[in-house]
């Protein structure tokens, strides 16, 4: 891998669907919505998490290591004609991804433990993600689905996200099984708040999302999903 990508921060809260109202109504008057976003302004997300036997992916996480990385194959709207391996990165509160194009049949070949075919790629995280595979024996753990509205500013390359009807799939670890059980992991009609930026967030963005009125939170998707009786 190389060095010199750049981290990003990143910040969550956890808000009320009061909040959610508020907030995108200050937000689409400043900022466009992303260009995955379908005519009502939002997508789907479907992602299968991977983590060891011992669930270090987990622990890590709620042991509040500084340094954590995790692994994820994810799509939109059920569309499996574009695909991603995603490595995520924590490193002291900022977050650094990289990714990769993979196929359907690449996805199924990688649950069938038929995995030979990525140490052949180019790609140098398909590689990696061999070598995880091979050494650290990942193993797909978890699916979590949500829908995601998403804004954009160019200054500070600032990104707001609003997740909402986040759940997980309950009987089965098959990503493209879309008659499977999912099961809401946040109560209560709770959405996720994500911002992302580079170096600054300009102030009218702070000040529209109200970032020094919420709390902030250490939530994970994938981590909820696991920990979710």
Do not use: W
């Amino acid at each position: 891998m190389k060095s010199n990508f750049k981290y990003r921060f990143e910040i969550k809260h956890i808000v009320s669907e009061a909040d959610v109202i508020s907030i995108k109504s200050k937000l689409c008057r400043i900022m466009n919505n992303d260009q995955n976003s379908s005519k009502n302004g939002k997508y789907t997300i479907r992602s299968l998490y991977f983590d060891t036997p011992k669930n270090k992916a987990v622990a890590e996480k709620l042991d509040g290591v500084p340094y954590r990385e995790k692994f994820r194959i994810r799509f939109y709207n059920y569309n499996s004609d574009f695909i991603k391996l995603e490595k995520k990165i924590k490193n002291n509160g900022m977050t650094l991804k990289f990714s990769a194009s993979i196929t359907k049949d690449d996805v199924e070949k990688i649950l069938n433990n038929d995995i030979e075919f990525l140490k052949q790629r180019e790609d140098s995280l398909l590689k990696e993600f061999y070598i995880k595979l091979k050494h650290t024996m990942l193993q797909p753990k978890s699916i979590v689905d949500y829908e995601r509205e998403a804004y954009v500013y160019p200054l500070g390359n600032v990104r707001i996200t609003l997740d909402s009807n986040i759940r997980k799939v309950v009987n089965s670890l098959d990503p493209f099984d879309y008659k499977s059980i999912t099961t809401p992991i946040v109560e209560n009609d709770m959405s996720v708040l994500e911002v992302k930026y580079d170096e600054f967030m300009p102030d009218f963005v702070r000040d529209l999302i109200q970032i020094n009125k919420c709390s902030n939170t250490a939530m994970s998707k994938y981590v909820s999903s696991r920990l979710y009786i």
